[in-house]
T-cell receptor, first 112, second 113 residues
Framework: DVKVTQSSRYLVKRTGEKVFLECVQD?????MFWYRQDPGLGLRLIYF???????EKGDIPEGYSVSREKKERFSLILESASTNQTSMYLC???????????FGPGTRLTVL | RKEVEQDPGPFNVPEGATVAFNCTYS??????FFWYRQDCRKEPKLLMS???SGNEDGRFTAQLNRASQYISLLIRDSKLSDSATYLC??????????????FGSGTQLTVLP
């Protein structure tokens, strides 16, 4: 079965800190995604990547960057965390020709 | 306008009821459609794909109307365990192997005893 893991379940950071969220999948999927989920707003796409070193902006990329140096790993970076980035962050991956997305367990980030 | 729109609910229905959720999408290039289920404090998981001819999986029936850009999910004989948030998901093929999954904000269902 596909496994998507995220580096932390809960994270607390201070305003201005640089934050790294790591996501790893073990099924050789081409596509990987970062979403944030907020009450009333649903899942919003931040960035996605369809190949190593390739990235595309999603709906809300401001304040975020990503890195995909290896196929199995997709990192989300908050260069200078702000309180409005407090959220649940979900990573997902999917194979190119099938669209079933597999999600990681999520990281609940709190920025104080 | 959101790319994928759903009625947020909440839908509170008694056990055994039939309940229907609707979803509309704005991108006519959308190619694949899905319903995901998300339980409280858990990640979303695929419930079923949606095909143009309509498809059924036990008590769940999904329909797609490409002309109206509309997707539906029908749950018959609802169970307490069906309580969850149901997410409508649309996939667009951008180029090559690039695929984008866009999620609706979800419809919350509570099945009451």
């Amino acid at each position: 079965d596909v496994k998507v893991t995220q580096s932390s379940r809960y994270l607390v950071k201070r305003t201005g800190e640089k934050v790294f969220l790591e996501c790893v999948q073990d099924m050789d999927h081409e596509n990987m995604f970062w979403y944030r989920q907020d009450p009333g707003l649903g899942l919003r796409l931040i960035y996605f990547s369809y190949d190593v070193k390739m990235k595309e902006k999603g709906d809300i990329p401001e304040g975020y960057s990503v890195s995909r140096e290896k196929k199995e790993r997709f990192s989300l970076i908050l260069e200078s965390a702000s309180t409005n980035q407090t959220s649940m962050y979900l990573c997902a991956s999917s194979l190119g020709e099938t669209a079933r997305g597999f999600f990681g367990p999520g990281t609940r980030l709190t920025v104080l | 306008r959101k790319e994928v729109e759903q009625d947020p609910g909440p839908f509170n229905v008694p056990e055994g009821a039939t309940v229907a959720f609707n979803c509309t999408y704005s991108n006519s290039a959308s190619q694949s459609f899905f319903w995901y289920r998300q339980d409280c404090r858990k990640e979303p998981k695929l419930l079923m794909s949606v095909y143009s001819s309509g498809n059924e999986d036990g008590r769940f029936t999904a329909q797609l109307n490409r002309a109206s850009q509309y997707i539906s999910l029908l749950i018959r004989d609802s169970k307490l365990s069906d309580s969850a948030t149901y997410l409508c998901v649309v996939r667009v093929i951008l180029s090559g192997s690039a695929r984008q999954l866009t999620f609706g904000s979800g419809t919350q269902l509570t099945v009451l005893p």
